[in-house]
């Protein structure tokens, strides 16, 4: 009966999307980028968040999308149709701050792309459309004159240059900044830029609760939230750093039966009380008085940064209706590290 009970909860430890406070987001009516300001177009709760909110990380990290594109620098393309705002997200993850192939084809064109354009410039010869993308193509009455896959060998290589240095809080600054600055991403210089962040330095972060067992408690604390908005927009630009610094003065582990983990009968098999929870990076979208996160079919756009990593994500998003995006982070510990760039 107990190992039974055991299976349950372990199996049951899935990322319960709320916090201890209300979450925040900004008034409609504002473009300009917020930093955790009151929400003044509804609340979340508990009982009105919608199922996408409860998600096992695990699971999701190796689900498809709308399309996964694998590139030649050691990135991957990833694309999130939403239909309802009528756009797709192109989001961008690897390790490197300084070789975004977003950047790189923005440079190599040097016209505003749309994710059709980025899809055919970027998978390779051959690769199925998928129908979002075809019915973009065809709304926009885009023409194709190069062949399928033409930018895939003008890309940028990976160096390691993200990797933390002793002096270094996530990324390399000038790299972060130098793929996406003056001209070559964002178009000149970018209206959001937050660098060499932590919630220790950092008022933005706030308080969060990490409550994977639904129950109230919240465990492994202190964590730290952070959100930035932009409002009423149409075209959604930015890339974030982020890094996992674990250490004996920022675990991010938790035994969930507390400190006598070892011989309390309900937790005696290996690895049966323990869970690890890194600082996740989510992109959202409101629609419909809610915040909702980007989802392509069962796969949501939230990504867990696994312990002393540093990843680098990149995002596109171009629609034909204002809409307001977010960018959030949960579950951060006092020194993990954060740099932030975002265009509207």
């Known amino acids: 009966m107990k190992t039974l009970k055991i299976s349950i909860l372990i199996f049951s ?3 319960f999307f709320t916090s201890c406070e209300k979450e925040s987001a900004s008034a409609e009516t504002t473009i300009n980028a917020q930093e955790d300001i009151e929400d003044t177009s509804g609340i979340e709760t508990e009982q009105d968040l919608p199922v996408e909110h409860f998600l096992d990380i695990k699971r999701n990290a190796g689900l498809p999308t709308l399309a ?47 994710s059709f354009d980025i899809f055919w410039a970027l998978s390779k010869p051959g690769t199925d459309i998928p129908d979002l993308l075809k019915k973009e193509k065809a709304k926009q009455n885009i023409k194709v004159s190069k062949e399928q896959g033409w930018a895939r060998g003008k890309l940028s290589k990976n160096t390691g240059d993200s ?3 002793i002096a270094t809080v996530a990324c390399d600054n000038a790299s972060f900044q130098s793929s996406i600055a003056g001209g070559n991403f ?3 210089a970018p209206d959001f830029v937050r660098l060499d962040k932590t919630p220790n330095n950092y008022s933005a972060f706030k308080s969060d609760c990490y409550n ?3 129950n109230g408690q919240c465990w492994g604390n ?19 750093c982020t890094r ?32 690890y929870q890194g600082p996740v990076v989510y992109f959202q979208y409101y629609w419909n008085g809610q915040w909702r996160t980007m ?7 939230v990504y867990e940064i696994p312990a002393n990593t540093t990843k680098v994500y990149t995002w596109h998003w171009i629609t034909t209706q204002n809409t307001s995006f977010r960018l959030m982070v949960r579950y951060a510990k006092k020194y993990d590290e954060f740099d932030i760039m975002m265009d509207k």
């Open 222 to 240: 202190p964590r730290y939230k952070y959100t930035s908005t932009f409002s009423g927009i149409k075209n959604w630009k930015g890339k974030i």
């Open 13 to 15: 430890m899935i990322v």
């Open 295 to 301: 989802k392509s079919g069962d796969k949501t756009a």
């Open 68 to 114: 996964d594109i694998d590139l030649d620098n050691g990135n991957q393309l990833h694309f999130y149709g939403q239909e309802e705002v009528s756009g797709v997200l192109v989001l961008e993850e690897g390790d490197c701050s300084g070789c975004s192939a977003l950047g790189d084809l923005q440079s190599l064109t040097s016209k505003e792309l749309n």
């Open 244 to 275: 996992n610094v674990e250490n004996n003065s920022n675990k991010h582990g938790i035994n969930w039966c507390g400190s006598g983990c070892n011989v309390d009968p309900d937790c005696n098999q290996p690895g049966s009380c323990f869970i």
């Open 186 to 188: 964002l178009g000149g």
């Open 212 to 214: 994977p067992a639904a």
């Open 163 to 165: 990797q933390a240095k």
